[in-house]
């Protein structure tokens, strides 16, 4: 099991940037595929990019695509979201997760694929 801490979350004006990290504690971190997803009240957690374990093959959200980037540290046990050209839509709950995988090509969209979680951070983009 991975232990996640989020970090990084704030406010922001539209337009603007911020980086979220995540630092995983236990075990080695590079056999674990790794999301980020958000999710604000009343809605379900969505996802808003993945990358497998190698972070040679990432997915984003067409929300998102272009504005963020998902990227990590195996050696750190880091990883990170860099989201630039915030909207106001983009206001969530961040979380970070991974999942144990024997396969360096897979990473994974479902929620419900991941085995740990971060405990979540606010991002809030207003004027």
């Known amino acids: 099991q991975v232990r996640l801490i989020e970090s990084g979350g704030g406010l922001v004006q539209p337009g603007g940037s911020l980086r979220l990290s995540c630092a995983a504690s236990g075990r080695t971190f590079d056999r674990y595929a790794r999301g980020w997803f958000r999710q604000v009240p009343g809605k379900e957690r969505e996802i808003v990019a993945a990358t497998t374990m190698s972070g040679g093959t990432t997915y984003y959200a067409d929300s998102v695509k272009g504005r963020f980037t998902i990227s990590g540290d195996n050696a750190k046990k880091v990883m990170y979201l860099q989201m630039n050209n915030l909207k106001p839509e983009d206001t969530a709950a961040y979380y970070c997760?991974?999942?144990?995988?024997?396969?360096?090509?897979?990473?994974?969209?479902?929620?419900?694929?991941?085995?740990?979680w971060g405990q979540g951070t606010q991002v809030t983009v207003s004027s």
């Open positions: 997760a991974t999942r144990y995988s024997l396969s360096g090509t897979s990473y994974y969209t479902r929620a419900a694929s991941y085995d740990d």
